[in-house]
């Protein structure tokens, strides 16, 4: 291994040895960098990257929002908690408006929070952010190369050191550095895949448009303040602060708070709907918005964007992005599914620490062919995973009763079976993690039929339930399940524990919500699920031609009681043509005027 003293920004590294150079100085390698110098204080690393500082604020780059999975990887991994606490804004989770039939903001139904969570989240201003690591990493002994574009890299064969081959903006000229590991942190421009020819298709065609302004574009500010029922229910305007998503069929717009008192406000879209022509200039996008969001186009009217971007069809996948001849590919240059739910600090996290366990083990004489391909299933098979759940909804994206119901599926399969892997490392310790893939074994085949139950829902679905406003922290087994899953530090015993409630949880779930979906689209059948019910969960579907012959009726597990967290669900909702009715009377299986 050879040694370096860290030279600063825009040194000349030519023709020197390192153990690691990364090829991209974003928020991924930027990380990655950071995280191995903690971890592996003794090792060199070089960073290359493009720009140079200092990097914009407020306009910079799309990915400021964050959830429990990601959050935890920047402020507790990466031991960062003080500077987000100081820099960055605490984000109140997210937040989902969905389409309604009286034209008026305040009567869209919402499902968010009404007060800020107790394990933190942030909104983080890019710019910032990376312009701070890049500070730090320096400050650590990585040599920062700024102002430096890849022009090749030539991968060795066996023991040899790579050939990392890039100019400067100083006088252009082609120079060289080599390292026994490559990491490419390119982003989109995906130098190692598109030279290996790994790229993958994923996901369906969706686009996006996004925009900064300067100051606060708040959602409060659409309803007047004489609506003082639907302010107070989120007290002191604070829905500004959470990732708010702007619902209809087809599409999603985000509007996200940033550090650096701007916006951050974008256009997501199915382009079997939406063609992207329509979207993809300022003025399109505002002349998109007039049509479909006029609320936010009439508030947004005569305000000057700091920038405007675009990105059109977004996702993609890879064949597999570490390797055994040591490199890898680490953030948006491996792979990218949706920002629906704002994952992709969460696959950043995972990915950069499996790199810096990869990188460990090469070093210590024990990386194996069978690790490299076991963290290439997860890490690749969880992003088609959540590409498929993400964007099998876009085509009912409005319909608030549906997309409720499939956000608190989604939500809670996150937090119990994505969320512990990061809290607990569980992803990179086989054994540790071995007896809780066992408990976890069925999920997957759970999570696609749900998925597909939504989508048999939409297509029935009538309108016929709707509701206020979702406050989806204050359901109790939902917190319960968060609290229960959202702790680290924890052993084998406890985590394997965790993992048959969450299954217990979520078999309950599964069934209640088919339950709800039943009454909805066909309640002339709810009299076949007379209290108490307990059915196979993995058998659920709105075709009753299917229910005799795929055992609907006929349960693997034992019977439990359904009615707590049944009627938590069912209190929700109410019917659309009674204001404010809920769904629920003496009988349980029974709609008020069924």
């Known amino acids: 291994m050879k040694k370096n003293n860290g030279m600063s920004a825009n040194g000349d590294a030519e023709d020197r040895e390192f153990d690691v150079a990364i090829c991209g100085g974003g928020l991924a390698g930027l990380t990655l960098a950071r995280q191995l110098k903690q971890q592996l204080p003794h090792i060199s690393i070089v960073l290359i990257e493009r720009l140079s500082r200092p990097l914009p604020e407020a306009a910079f780059k799309v990915g400021e929002s964050t959830v429990e999975t990601g959050a935890f990887y920047l402020s507790e991994v990466l031991k960062l908690t003080d500077y987000f606490e100081k820099h960055h804004l605490h984000k109140m989770g997210l937040r989902y408006f969905f389409t309604n039939t009286t034209g008026r903001f305040q009567d869209r139904p919402e499902f968010g929070l009404s007060e800020f969570p107790a394990v933190n989240t942030y909104q983080i201003d890019r710019g910032m952010l990376e312009n701070d690591l890049r500070r730090f990493n320096e400050q650590a002994g990585v040599v920062m190369m700024e102002g430096c574009s890849i022009l090749d890299v030539a991968l060795a064969n066996g023991n040899g050191r790579h050939a990392i081959t890039y100019k400067t903006g100083n006088d252009g000229s082609a120079r060289t ?58 007290p002191n305007k604070n829905r500004y602060y959470s990732t708010t998503h702007l619902m209809g069929n087809g599409y999603w717009v985000w509007l996200i708070p940033l550090g650096s ?253 088919f339950l709800l979906a039943v009454e909805d689209v066909m309640p002339e059948c709810i009299d076949q699920f007379a209290p108490p019910v307990w059915l196979n969960a993995w058998s659920i579907s709105l075709d009753p031609d299917r229910w005799q012959a795929e055992r609907l009726f006929e349960p693997g597990s034992e019977p439990r009681d359904l009615s707590g967290i049944r009627e938590q669900i069912r209190s929700l909702f109410h019917l659309a043509e009674l204001s404010k009715a809920p769904i629920i009377s003496n009988d349980p299986n029974s709609l008020p005027g069924a």
């Open 177 to 234: 550095v080599r390292a026994r590991w490559v990491i490419d942190a390119t982003g989109r421009r995906r130098f190692l895949q598109k030279k290996l020819n790994l790229s993958k298709p994923a996901g369906r065609a969706c686009s996006a448009s996004w925009f900064r302004y300067e100051g606060r574009i708040d959602v409060n500010d659409l309803v007047p303040r004489t609506e003082e029922d639907w302010h107070q229910r989120v």
């Open 261 to 513: 008192d701007s916006t951050s406000v974008g256009i997501v879209a199915l382009e079997d709907i939406h063609p992207f022509d329509g979207f993809n200039t300022y003025e399109r996008s505002l002349e998109w918005l007039r049509q479909h969001e006029p609320e936010l186009a009439d508030y947004l009217d005569g305000r000057s964007p700091l920038d405007f971007r675009v990105m059109r069809r977004y996702s993609y996948s890879s064949r597999r992005v570490f390797s055994v001849d040591r490199w890898a590919c680490v953030g948006e240059a491996g792979f990218f599914s949706d920002p629906y739910y704002s994952p992709g600090t969460d696959f950043i996290g995972f990915g950069n620490s499996i790199v810096t366990q990869l990188v460990e083990l090469d070093l210590d004489g024990k990386l194996t062919p069978e690790t490299i391909e076991e963290y290439n299933q997860f890490i690749l098979f969880l992003n088609n995973l959540i590409t498929v759940n993400f964007q099998v909804g876009y085509h009912f994206y409005g319909n608030a009763a549906v997309m409720s119901a499939k956000l608190l599926w989604d939500v809670c399969a996150a937090w119990s079976f994505v969320t512990p892997q990061m809290f607990n490392s569980l992803f990179l310790d086989k054994e540790r993690s071995a007896p809780v893939r066992r408990v976890n074994a069925n999920f997957i085949f759970l999570t696609q039929r749900m998925q597909q139950l939504f989508v048999e829902w939409a297509a029935k679905s009538t309108g016929r339930i709707t509701y206020d406003f979702i406050d989806y922290l204050k359901i109790p087994f939902l917190y319960d399940l968060r609290l229960r899953n959202l702790s680290s530090g924890k052993s084998v015993e406890e985590l394997v524990k965790d993992a048959m409630a969450n299954m217990k949880t979520l078999e309950e779930l599964a069934q209640v919500l």
